[in-house]
């Protein structure tokens, strides 16, 4: 199928005519000039598809092969990644949103609205579902992108027969980073902290653990909060610029637990606070849902300048633990400490039996 034709056709969705063509909702994001040499092409032709079946439920997993899981996931991390296809909404931005992540930790001076974006669709339009899940991805990219209030510097669409990916670029920052995701000069007081950018669920659906060893029936993370994570970015890379950060990693493949793995190799953890802010006792879910996000590292002295930066912003961050040479590899819990309270009333407890 040609470019032209991908983007300038009227879509009809599982019988539904949609309202407007991907050409027309990306032009929306270009920039004026851009925009207004696009608007001389027209419609060409219509494109019926149907939309994809996610997959049905098959594989349970056990919080107790967390390693199995993380080996298996990193593994799986090199190379491309190819399009979730039964997820084209949450893909796409999550796409989005890792790029510009990626992002915030090179140098130069810049904030998330000076950036913009390329984005590329290498599609197969020749099987049933795929064309349906174009024009969702199109469309989730322009409303996101429209929503972050950044630019889409060019888009274009190339067929071919193998599998479908996306690819986002991004302009406007700097080349090198600042920051590494290892620190030159680390400690055993630092701190390893992670800050989610965006208030959805975690879940597993369309995550590599998932693509790894089979799909559990889950939905995919929803990643459709702009205004959080432009709060988010606009903390963190003023964090990163000052220095305050001594090592970070972008969230997003592979979930929390491969970035945990990319910064440090032995740490005694602990995930209570996610999940009792969250909601979510699924370990699992947690560690390898591909929430989009940033796991940082910072000197214990800063802790406390750290801590009033995100209360003074309305942040939410989640203190994990500190790298431990000592420990044996890479161990999480997922149980919080008794309460200050409650360890005074079970001791109260023991005084008043011990007096009968």
């Known amino acids: 199928m040609e470019q032209y034709q991908a983007l300038n056709s009227e879509y009809v969705i599982d019988g539904v005519k949609m ?26 032709g219509e494109i019926s598809d149907e939309t994809l079946d996610r997959p049905v439920r098959s594989v349970a997993y056990d919080k107790s092969r967390i390693a199995d899981y993380a080996d298996a996931v990193t593994a799986d991390a090199r190379g491309d990644r190819l399009f979730e296809l039964p997820f084209p909404e949450q893909f796409t931005r999550r796409t989005i949103a890792k790029a510009l992540l ?15 974006l390329s984005l590329k669709w290498k599609w197969n339009s020749g099987k049933i579902g795929n064309m349906a899940a174009f024009h969702a991805s199109s469309a989730a990219a322009a409303d996101y992108i429209y929503d972050l209030d950044i630019v ?50 975690y879940r597993l659906g369309g995550s590599a653990l998932s693509r790894k060893l089979g799909s559990n029936g889950d939905v995919a993370p929803e990643v459709n909060d702009p205004d959080w994570f432009m709060d988010c970015y606009e903390v963190v890379r003023e964090l990163v ?24 190799s032995k740490a005694e953890l602990n995930i209570s606070g996610i999940s009792a802010s969250c909601q979510e006792k699924d370990t699992v879910r947690i560690l390898f849902s591909e929430v989009p996000g940033v796991l940082v590292r910072i000197r214990d002295i ?27 590899g890479i161990s999480i819990t997922d149980h919080s400490k008794p309460a200050i309270s409650s360890i005074l009333g079970a001791l109260l407890g023991q005084a008043s039996e011990g007096e009968d």
């Open 241 to 264: 610029e000052d220095g305050v950060v001594t090592a970070g990693t972008t969230v997003c493949e592979g979930g929390l637990m491969a970035a945990i793995r990319r910064m440090c």
């Open 19 to 44: 309202e407007s063509t991907p050409a027309s909702m990306l032009d929306e994001c270009l920039s004026e000039g851009d925009r207004k040499r696009r608007n001389c092409e027209g419609q060409t």
């Open 102 to 116: 990626d992002a915030i930790w090179t140098d130069d001076s810049f904030t998330l609205r000076d950036l913009s």
């Open 152 to 201: 889409l510097d060019s888009y274009g669409f190339k067929d071919g027969d193998g599998d479908c990916a996306l690819e986002c670029k991004v302009s406007g920052a700097g080349r090198h980073r600042i920051c590494t995701e290892v620190p030159v000069d680390g400690s055993d007081d630092d701190w390893l902290i992670y800050i989610p950018f965006d208030t959805c669920a």
């Open 302 to 328: 800063d802790y406390d300048y750290i801590d009033s930066q995100m209360i003074l912003q309305d942040i939410a961050y989640y203190p994990l633990g500190h790298p431990n040479e000592s420990a044996e």
